[in-house]
Antibody, heavy 118, light 107 residues
Framework: EVHLLESGGGLVQPGGSLRLSCAASGFTFSSYAMTWVRQAPGQGLQWVSTVSVGGGSTYYAVSVRGRFTISRDDSKHTLSLQMNSLRAEDTAVYYC???????????WGQGTLVTVSS | DIVLTQSPATLSLSPGERATLSCRASQSVDNYLAWYQQKPGQAPRLLIYGASNRATGIPARFSGSGSGTDFTLTISSLEPEDLAVYYCQRSGGWPKTFGRGTRLEIK
């Protein structure tokens, strides 16, 4: 059974940093692209970032490019998101998501809440 | 960037009725279109991929159609548990845009 468990969320001040992690199990982690999707309170879904199989390619939404860094550790079956220069508008639940070969998001974690506030 | 416009924003129907949800793309996405269901307090779940293919474990009352710029998610006979927000998403190209969602209310 596929399982994705996010951690690392919390309250951070504007301008601060936070690192999210996602522990994956139940599938061959190294064979799939992995993605972060976020959802601001009461709002819709927003794609944030994707890392390719092997980690050689990374993709970012314009709103986070240059501030967020996605990475993966295939030996530890872990996905990470380093978030710097955080803004109030980054407040959201962040979901770790597994994609298939066509980037359809077939499994989602339960999410971790990031709150950016002074 | 490609924009996905979903309509209506809210749909209120009774159990047993047919629901038709629309997703329109500002440019062609071929058939690289998915639908997700998000029930209150839960993570989203993949319903339909490739515009018309049901994901694993999805009941047959859910169906998707369309290609290019116009897509439809149909729920043939509503069940109370179908109360949710439904999102479409393009999977080809970057960024991986989502629509704003359609909220389905069950009377």
């Amino acid at each position: 059974e596929v399982h994705l468990l996010e951690s690392g969320g919390g309250l951070v001040q504007p301008g601060g940093s936070l690192r999210l992690s996602c522990a994956a199990s139940g599938f061959t982690f190294s064979s799939y692209a992995m993605t972060w999707v976020r959802q601001a309170p009461g709002q819709g879904l927003q794609w944030v970032s994707t890392v390719s199989v092997g980690g050689g390619s990374t993709y970012y939404a314009v709103s986070v490019r240059g501030r967020f860094t996605i990475s993966r550790d295939d030996s530890k079956h872990t996905l990470s998101l380093q978030m710097n220069s955080l803004r109030a508008e980054d407040t959201a639940v962040y979901y770790c998501v597994k994609g298939d070969s066509n980037y359809y998001y077939d499994f989602w974690g339960q999410g971790t809440l990031v709150t950016v506030s002074s | 960037d490609i924009v996905l416009t979903q309509s209506p924003a809210t749909l209120s129907l009774s159990p047993g009725e047919r629901a038709t949800l629309s997703c329109r793309a500002s440019q062609s996405v071929d058939n690289y279109l998915a639908w997700y269901q998000q029930k209150p307090g839960q993570a989203p779940r993949l319903l339909i991929y490739g515009a018309s293919n049901r994901a694993t474990g999805i009941p047959a009352r859910f169906s998707g159609s369309g290609s290019g710029t116009d897509f439809t998610l149909t729920i043939s006979s509503l069940e109370p548990e179908d109360l949710a927000v439904y999102y479409c998403q393009r999977s080809g190209g970057w960024p991986k845009t989502f629509g704003r969602g359609t909220r389905l209310e069950i009377k």
